[in-house]
Every structure is written in C-alpha cells, then in structure tokens.
C-alpha cells in the first residue's frame, strides 16, 4: 500500500482486476525493455493488474549480438516459435502491452492476424519504421515500408517515447495517441546528501552511458575530448561500452543494473551526442534523464528530445559543432558551483516530469480506459 499511495494510486480496492500480457522484445538487458516495461510491472500490479510477461528474445541473445554483431539461426528460431505459441493463448488476456512489434519482420496481414480479438497498446522508444521504410534494400522498402504504420492504426492506442514517435503514430492513422517518456524510478536514484566535491588528488568526471552498440555516438566527441584535455585535465567514465580515444584519460566500467546509479552519480557532467538522422530523431534522451536524476548537469546535442529535457543554462547545455562542446564542457568543469546549481534543476525536473512516480498512474488509467473502451464496443456489436 505504501508503494501505492507513493506514486499517486487511489482507490486500490476498488479497482478491477486486469489481465495484462506484457509482450517486450527484450528481458532486464534491453534497456527498453526494461524501462518502458519491466519496471511498470509492480506499481501496475499493485493496483489490480496481472500482468504475465513473455520476451520476444532472451539477455542471453542480446549477448550474443553484442559479441558477434548479430542472433544466431537457432535463437531466432526459438523466439518466434516461443512468441507465436504466446498469441496463441492470448483469448486469456483482456489486453496485450506490445515492445513495438510482436513478430518484427513478418508480413502485416499475419501479425494483424495473430493480434486480432485482444485490444493491443504498443509502445514506441525508438524510430524502429525507419528499420524499414528507409532500408537499404528497394525490396524491403516497397515490401515493408508501411509496416510499422499499418501496425499503428490496427492498435487501441499508442504510446510513443517523444513528440517524433507519436506525429507518425497519429499520420499513420492511429485510432489514440500518447506521450509518455522514458523515466527512472526516484527510489532508485536518491537526492545526494550534499554536493559533489573534488579531493586534492582526483579529477572531475565526464560521465557517458549506454551499450555496445551506442559508442559509436560517443566517437563524435574525439576530437572535441582531446582538445578539451589540453585545455583542463579530466577523466571520461564510459559505462557500457568500450572505447579508445588518444589523448583522452578514459575509464571503463561495465554495465551493471544495481551500480549503474552510483557510477553516474560519482561524476560530475553528464554527456548525450547525437549525430543528425531520421533515427536519432526517434530517440527519448533517456540518458540525459539518468544523469539529472543524479543532480549533473548535462551537455547534448539538439537533436529530437533532447531539445525539450535540456533547458538552455538552467540543467545544462546543447551543444551542435567541436567549439561549442569544448566551451560548455569546460565551463562545467571549471566552474563547480554552477554546475552544481544547474544539476540541482535538472533533479527537479526529473521529479516533475521524468520518473516513474509521475508516469505509471498515467499508464495505468490509459490501459484501464482502453479495456473498457474495449467492453463497450464489444456489447455494442
């Protein structure tokens, strides 16, 4: 009950129970997963909903592709097998809760099928229709282009990561739309007792997040970094990912649930470049939400969200050529008392806004609003 009223649910007892099938393409590694997911579980399960949980692909799978660059035979063979036996049994579920496509690939008409009889809310994080309408391939393009978009309208609703995510939802002909970005939990990422302060020995942190795959955002700042260093000494801390950069004290620190929080915490600036694409674009700047969950003060580039969470000298700074990161970045690490007023703003922001606490009531009244809407049309025919 605690945990209830702490994030703003009332009337428990009253509730109805709901029967939830949560379908995410990952487990507790896909960070997507895990955070648009897996961590709604037990406040929406406190209020009444039975939420059963099926991953398309397993953390050992996604392993395997951060190792080798791609799924085996085998395992892909194994997950749409597993998820398709899923739907299947879906008649037992007043709702399915959908990680952006249940069967990724295969033709519209089939997975329309296999949902069809359940109202359905998927959920987007990323521009994963630019996998296909901007392929590569010509046949892929004609083929699947319109995939994602024919999904959207079939849906009862969808929740989209950013003001990117849900404009092609609602052109797409989505029959409901909503804005719903990706948050941290504030039990997880406590208020710091007192500013951060540098000892006599150590040196001011800048502080990178994300995974394997992501680093490659991280190079755009080579060049910028290195100047930056000649310029005032500092440590980067990249968590997640592995990264060499010439002339630049790096420091790497694997990924890990339950140090993720501390590693972030224990620097002092909090950086997101970007590069400018169509994808990009899609993303939720959920680091950026890590960081000032910590109190740092943040430095990105304005691309897609990033330029509504980053407000300009208040909880940090966008940053768009070499000149304007190595300024930004130095004044943070030269001017600590502003930093930390500006990291102080962006915590604020995250309790407002960003978190969990704020954001799970809101989905639980969405896919309440959408099983009744459901029942009645149903009683109608």
């Known amino acids: 009950m605690a945990v209830v009223a702490q994030l703003g649910f009332k009337r428990v007892h009253a509730l109805k129970p709901i029967r939830v099938l949560a379908l995410p393409k990952y487990g507790p590694l896909g960070s997507a997963s895990r955070l648009r997911f897996l961590q709604y579980f037990a406040p929406l399960q406190a209020v009444g909903l039975v939420i059963e949980q099926s991953s398309l692909l397993s953390d050992d799978a996604l392993r395997s592709r951060y190792k080798t660059g791609d799924y085996s035979h085998l395992q892909l063979i194994q997950s749409y097998a597993s998820r398709i036996k899923v739907l299947l049994m879906k008649g037992r579920f007043d709702l399915l809760w959908i990680e952006k496509e249940a069967l990724p690939w295969f033709p519209l008409w089939l997975e329309i099928a296999m949902l069809s009889g359940v109202p359905f809310i998927i959920d987007y994080d990323d521009a994963v229709f630019h996998n296909y309408d901007h392929h590569a391939s010509k046949w892929v393009r004609q083929l699947y282009g319109q995939r994602i978009d024919g999904l959207m309208a079939k849906s009862a609703l969808v929740v989209g990561g950013n003001a990117y995510l849900c404009n092609r939802a609602q052109n797409a002909g989505a029959p409901w739309v909503e804005l719903l970005p990706t948050v941290i939990d504030l039990e997880r990422y406590p208020v710091t007792s007192s500013p951060k302060a540098l000892s006599t020995d150590s040196l001011p942190r800048i502080v990178w997040i994300g995974s394997p795959y992501t680093i490659r955002y991280l190079k755009l700042l080579q060049e910028p970094l290195k100047q930056l260093a000649q310029r005032v000494p500092f ?17 790497t620190i694997d990924w890990a649930e339950d140090s993720e929080v501390a590693s972030i915490a224990s620097a002092h600036v909090g950086v997101m470049p970007l590069s400018d694409s169509l994808w990009e674009r899609g993303k939720c700047g959920y680091k950026l939400i890590q960081y000032m969950a910590c109190s740092l003060p943040v430095v990105a ?6 330029t509504e969470i980053v407000q300009e000298g208040i909880n940090g700074f966008l940053a768009n050529d070499s000149t304007t990161w190595i300024n930004t970045l ?9 930093a930390i007023k500006m990291g102080q703003a962006g915590r604020k922001r995250v309790e407002s806004e960003y978190c969990l606490q704020v954001t799970a009531p809101k989905l639980e009244k969405l896919m309440r609003q959408v099983v009744t809407q459901s029942h009645t049309t149903m009683s109608n025919v």
Do not use: A, H, K
Not at 235 to 251: A, K
Not at 301 to 306: A, D, F, K, R, T
Not at 330 to 338: A, D, F, G, V
């Open 301 to 306: 580039s304005p691309i897609g969200v990033n």
């Open 235 to 251: 440590i980067l801390r990249v968590i997640g990912g592995q990264i060499i950069m010439p002339g630049v004290n790096v420091e």
């Open 330 to 338: 130095e004044q943070l690490l030269t001017q600590p008392e502003r």
